[in-house]
């Protein structure tokens, strides 16, 4: 089992940054695929980024050039840096682990970004 909790979000203005952290512990994290994923309202939850046990890193078209995945073994924790943020990203943030390119085995509980003026 893992459990996961994310921290960061909050109100941006469009153009601003934030940085969303999601803390891991229970299990080993570091044999984990970590990913980002967002659900707007009224939409469908969306894989954002990924990060493998490796490091390599892939990301959504809509985030890429803006967004950065990373990760810290040693601090059992996944970063998602986000700039130059647009209204449309105004959703639920979610981190998840698993073990593939869309890691969906374990689920955070949520942190919500808002991009407005």
Do not use: H
């Not at 078209?61 to 803006?66: A, H, P, Q, T």
């Amino acid at each position: 089992q893992v459990q996961l909790v994310e921290s960061g979000g909050g109100l941006v203005q469009p153009g601003g940054s934030l940085r969303l952290s999601c803390a891991a512990s229970g299990s080993i994290f570091s044999i984990y695929a970590m990913g980002w994923y967002r659900q707007a309202p009224g939409k469908q939850r969306e894989l954002v980024a990924t990060i493998t046990t490796g490091g390599s890193t892939k990301y959504a078209d809509s985030v890429k050039g803006r967004f950065t995945i990373s990760r810290d073994n040693a601090k059992n924790t996944v970063y998602l840096q986000m700039n130059s943020l647009k209204p449309d990203g105004t959703a639920a943030y979610y981190c998840a682990s698993g073990t593939s390119w869309t890691p969906r085995d374990f689920w955070g509980q949520g942190t919500q970004v808002t991009v407005s003026s």
